[in-house]
């Protein structure tokens, strides 16, 4: 009788220990259902967050793209011209220059103008040599010299990517183009109606994603636009 007593008021060490080893299974098996959760949450952000960026990437490129513009008070052939459209294909990453009336003025009795170049280019990562970022290069006005001697901005446009290619299509001869430039006496003396931009990033698995955007050119032939030297 006093030992069934005893055995009715409380649990045996036994008891105890399995009790306290099923709530530790549970327990670890709640864990790990949570930080599985909150990885698969964690990686579709980013991923989510990666689509954002090239998506808003190519919009940019593709409005900018859009204002291009050349003059036709320079003459065909030189090197160092005010205006130019100029796409240079690569193996992986293409390069792409051109003239435009979007800039936008920042700094008051400053020697800038409504029009400069913007280019487009890869450059490796400087923390990180085994990515590659977009670049984004303007310049605050116009001038007849070599591009990198001309004062600009240089950002970066999207990064980690792992291709970048460029389309022209051109109208007369309707046919789609690899490269365009207007500075070459050989080259093309007009705008192509339409860029198409491919950009190619790497998914969460490590596989290749492409999107593609199209810009529509609304200036073609030469515009009478004689920037004031100063």
């Known amino acids: 009788?006093?030992?069934?007593?005893?055995r009715q008021h409380g649990f045996t060490l036994i008891e105890i220990m399995?009790?306290?080893a099923l709530m530790a299974f549970l327990t670890s098996l709640l864990w790990g259902t949570f930080a599985q959760t909150a990885k698969v949450?964690?990686?579709?952000?980013?991923?989510?967050?990666?689509?954002?960026t090239v998506r808003v990437a190519l919009m940019r490129m593709s409005r900018e793209i859009e204002m291009a513009f050349v003059s036709a008070s320079e003459a065909i052939g030189t090197q160092d011209r005010r205006t130019m459209f100029?796409?240079?294909s690569h193996a992986e990453f293409d390069e792409l220059r051109f003239s435009w009336f979007g800039h936008l003025r920042f700094r008051a009795d400053q020697a800038e103008g409504d029009t400069a170049l913007v280019s487009y280019f890869a450059q490796p990562d400087p923390d990180d040599s085994l990515l590659t970022n977009i670049m984004r290069r303007e310049t605050r006005r116009l001038e007849s010299k070599d591009v990198k001697l001309i004062p600009?901005?240089?950002?970066?446009l999207c990064p980690a990517i792992s291709r970048l290619k460029f389309a022209y299509y051109d109208y007369k001869q309707k046919d789609w183009r690899e490269e365009w430039d207007t500075t070459k006496a050989d080259g093309q003396t007009y705008l192509p109606t339409q860029v198409r931009i491919s950009l190619t990033v790497l998914d969460e698995q490590g596989k290749p994603v492409t999107f593609t955007s199209i810009a529509r050119l609304h200036t073609l032939e030469k515009v009478d636009y004689r920037p004031t030297k100063s």
Request: glycine share 6%.
């Open 1 to 6: 009788m006093t030992m069934r007593s005893r």
């Open 18 to 20: 399995l009790a306290l």
């Open 41 to 52: 949450k964690k990686r579709i952000e980013q991923a989510q967050d990666r689509t954002h």
């Open 86 to 88: 100029s796409g240079v």
């Open 152 to 156: 600009g901005e240089t950002y970066i």
